[in-house]
């Protein structure tokens, strides 16, 4: 029989190292999921100690006190608390703090003590606290807070190894009587009270070098300055989508090529019919086209993850409060909105940190205009197929600059929006408060990224393995039944369901430059976005044969207008092509109101968008 | 408490210029027009560090009046609005 499970919760303040030190302990084993009935992530992984014990570890949100102000903070308070629905209470609660700066997170764990829950205090980041002269004395400071106290490296191979023994050597002591909860809301005097202990407690075991950490000093003189600061910025985000274009394109020609390689093999050793026509049409060619775009995902995640763990993020967010604010946006809406960049439903995740609920509203509303990664497969698809790929000036490529309009038409509807809704719904409303710590820079970790990207890229393909998949067999099946008569003339999917679903809703888009194919891809494009282009390649691979599933830019670049390509690409900035975003929409305002607002706008916006834009390539004889 | 010889009138934290360093003297908090309520705000400033006797210095502004402020607090750097740092009392 083994040794009955444990149960570990991880607390500690925003940017304290808590994560890092999660992945050191639990590595890949970790499951990412919701709280019932809330979009907080939460995220749980195993271990084993050395001697033997099975944990699980849970990371909760950061937090800087219990009294829970967002829904992210009540969580961790309620899973400390024991009061977390479907949550067992911790066995120990492993409070991580920052080395090189435990003023606040002294606080919290005095704070934490009254829950009556055994406690661990992990002095984590302590070879950069060293080497900046920070010198702290471990045995006293465990005195003083009646705790055990350890210290850990958790970016360095082995840096965790006392943390599990020290966790092992707490488990085994078997528990006293369990200490009461004595836990309630602090008042402003209590909390000042605490942070005076807190203090006094730093004073007696800590000793602090003379200047604070001149590297961030220095690097913050640059990033941080007003006008500096913001053309920085603007760069970062620049690179970010060149790269994400420029960078990807090797690797995804040998995906791709890949993929057809796969496609010819079943082609030449299967008989024709329906089974080949399936496998090759349906999934290789279908799942393959989405795929394909694996580079492209990890490449934004790269930079988001390197920047956040960096501690870029938080200064973003610093440069951008008061230029959000005139667009009605809080500076805590950067970070969710940059987020969107990935995928509009971890954005949305991220809006948890504002705790004012008509911010968070506001930045739920205009999220899905961010340009999301599952937008990238459509708009790389059409500007290789129709816009030049020439150097302007000698170093920007066109491409490139379409695909950085692309997002900056999104970035600017998503502000002109906010400011209408701030304008109409909440005029004689007073801005929430900006308050945010600027944690000192840190170099990031090959390691921690590589989980992070891992994680991801995990989602992404298992995304395309589900519900991508099911969608392509879904949309052959429509594309293939019911089959051509006998001796009929043109391309068998004229007479497929597909094309009567496709010819139906047709005259609707006509106005926009659509043709029929395009109206049949955008359906199961609503399932997600990046599905469109594999039904394209369906839809057109099945009409053209199996050159044009292998070139299916080629293959546009002959059937549709540049007016028609620069439509669609309007009408993907704005359309609400995503029922996941829906659906997470609808859970997070816990309203199928503001889901109804959202796709409405969105859709309203997406039309106005791709008529205009129809119109005006027309006139500019483009049509 | 030692090194704020310099400044000797107490003033809002909030109009201090970029360079500035004091001491914190009290929060008054109902003073500040913030959309929080007084409690509310005291306690989150003091949250981020804010109690009285607490060194802060004014190290960044950003571009817009001169706000958001980044603020270290003994060894954390907090960035605040002006409007909220109307709340801490320096001297």
């Known amino acids: 029989m083994e040794s009955p499970l444990l149960h570990l919760a991880l607390v500690g303040t925003p940017n304290s190292g808590k994560t890092a030190l999660f992945n050191a302990l639990t590595g890949s084993r970790q499951k990412v999921a919701n709280y019932p009935g809330v979009t907080v992530e939460r995220k749980e992984g195993s271990f084993v100690t050395p001697s033997g014990r099975q944990v699980s570890l849970v990371d909760l949100p950061g937090t800087y006190s219990l009294r829970g102000r967002s829904p992210d903070e009540e969580i961790t308070r309620d899973f400390v608390l024991g009061r977390a629905k479907g949550e067992v209470l911790p066995d120990l609660v492993l409070c991580v703090a920052d080395s090189t700066n435990l003023r606040l997170t002294i606080r919290l764990l005095l704070e934490l003590k009254r829950t009556g829950r055994p406690l661990v205090l992990v002095l984590n980041m302590f070879d950069i606290a060293k080497r900046r002269g920070v010198s702290v004395d471990v045995a006293r400071l465990s005195d003083a807070l009646g705790m055990p106290v350890v210290t850990s490296i958790a970016v360095r191979k082995g840096g965790t190894a006392d943390l599990l023994r020290l966790t092992d050597e707490v488990l085994a002591q078997s528990p006293s009587s369990p200490r009461d909860n004595l836990w309630h809301p602090l008042t402003a005097a209590e909390l000042r009270t605490t942070q005076r202990e807190a203090d006094g407690i730093i004073a007696a075991t800590v000793s602090l070098p003379e200047r604070p950490d001149t590297w961030t000093a220095r690097i913050d003189a640059v990033v941080l300055h007003p006008v500096g600061g913001l053309l920085i910025l603007l760069v970062l985000l620049f690179v970010m989508f060149q790269a994400v274009f420029a960078w990807a394109q090797p690797l995804m020609e040998l995906l791709s090529s890949g993929f057809d390689a796969a496609g010819d093999f079943v082609h030449d050793s299967l008989p024709a019919g329906l089974l080949q026509s399936f496998l090759q049409n349906g999934v290789i060619s279908g799942v393959g086209s989405v795929v394909v775009f694996l580079p492209q995902i990890i490449i934004i995640f790269l930079f988001i993850l390197l920047l956040e763990d960096f501690g870029y993020m938080a200064r973003a967010a610093f440069l951008m409060d008061r230029i959000m604010g005139g667009a009605g946006l809080h500076g805590r809406a950067f970070i969710p909105l940059l987020s969107s960049f990935a995928c509009a439903i971890p954005g949305f995740m991220a809006t948890r940190v504002i705790d004012n609920r008509r911010d968070r509203l506001t930045t739920i509303l205009i999220a899905p205009l961010m340009t999301c990664s599952a937008r990238i497969p459509v708009y790389t698809l059409i500007i290789s197929a129709f816009i030049p790929s020439e150097l302007i000036w000698g170093w920007i490529n066109l491409q490139g600059l379409v695909m950085f309009g692309l997002y900056a038409a999104g970035i600017v509807s998503a502000l002109g929006m906010s400011f209408l809704i701030k304008f109409f719904m909440w005029r004689d409303y007073q801005p929430a408060p900006f308050m945010l710590e600027l944690p000192d820079y840190k170099m990031p970790r090959v390691r921690s990224i590589a989980i992070g990207i891992y994680t991801r890229a995990k989602m992404f393909l298992q995304r395309a393995g589900t519900t991508i998949f099911a969608m392509m067999v879904l949309i052959w099946f429509l594309a293939s039944f019911p089959q051509a008569p006998a001796g009929a003339e043109g391309p068998a999917i004229n007479y497929s369901l597909a094309a009567m679903i496709g010819k139906a809703i047709a005259p609707l888009l006509a106005p926009l430059g659509f043709n029929w194919q395009i109206a049949v891809a955008l359906i199961p494009g609503m399932a997600a976005r990046e599905v469109a282009v594999a039904a394209l390649g369906t839809v057109y691979a099945i009409e053209g044969g199996k050159e044009a599933a292998a070139q299916i830019g080629q293959v546009l670049a002959t059937k549709w207008s540049v007016a028609t390509a620069l439509s669609l690409l309007a009408w993907y900035i704005f359309a609400p092509q995503c029922a996941s975003t829906l659906a997470v929409i609808r859970r997070e305002t816990g309203s199928t109101g503001w889901m109804a607002v959202t796709f409405g706008y969105m859709l309203a916006l997406a039309y106005l968008a791709s008529l205009a834009t129809y119109h005006i390539a027309v006139a500019f004889g483009a049509g | ?91």
């Open chain 2, 1 to 91: 408490m030692a090194d704020h010889d310099e400044h000797n009138s107490p003033l809002p934290l909030g109009l201090a210029k970029c360079g500035y360093s004091g001491v914190v003297q009290s929060l008054a908090a109902g003073d500040a027009a913030s959309s929080l309520t007084g409690a509310e705000l005291e306690s989150r400033l003091i949250e981020f560090g804010f109690v009285e006797g607490a060194r802060v210095e004014i190290l960044h502004e950003g571009i817009i009046r001169r706000d958001p402020i980044a603020v270290r607090v003994e060894n954390v750097t907090v960035a605040v609005r002006r409007r909220e740092a109307m709340a801490i009392i320096v001297a």
